[in-house]
């Protein structure tokens, strides 16, 4: 299996800036798609930014210009940085990953969730 463990939320004002790291354990075969949903209360959870392997970031349009993510394909984690940070951005951060483990003498694919962080921008 694999787990998800993200960290780094809190609460800022406006125009502030927060970074969240998530890092994957476990029987780790490969990770493709690493990335990060958020959920605003009483929202559906939704897409913020995603990276493959080998391949150019994802970024929904709320956050493109304000959000950075990257990787480390040998540390199996995803951060995102998350600058001039709004209201609008409030929501539990979730990471998800996309990955090959090793289960038993097989191998599978699975996607993985965090338990997730809570962001809070107010002022």
């Known amino acids: 299996q694999v787990t998800l463990v993200e960290s780094g939320g809190g609460f800022v004002q406006p125009g502030d800036s927060l970074r969240l790291l998530c890092v994957a354990s476990?029987?780790?075969?490969?990770?493709?798609?690493m990335g990060w949903f958020r959920q605003a209360p009483g929202k559906q959870r939704e897409l913020v930014a995603t990276i493959r392997r080998r391949g150019r970031p994802t970024l929904s349009d709320s956050v493109k210009g304000r959000f950075t993510i990257s990787r480390d394909n040998s540390a199996n984690t995803v951060d995102l940085q998350m600058k001039k940070l709004k209201p609008g951005d409030t929501a539990v951060y979730y990471c998800?990953?996309?990955?090959?483990?090793?289960?038993?003498?097989?191998?599978?694919?699975?996607?993985?969730w965090g338990q997730g962080t809570q962001v809070t921008v107010s002022s």
């Open positions: 476990g029987t780790i075969f490969n990770i493709d798609t």
């Open positions: 998800h990953a996309n990955a090959t483990y090793a289960r038993g003498t097989k191998f599978e694919d699975g996607d993985f």
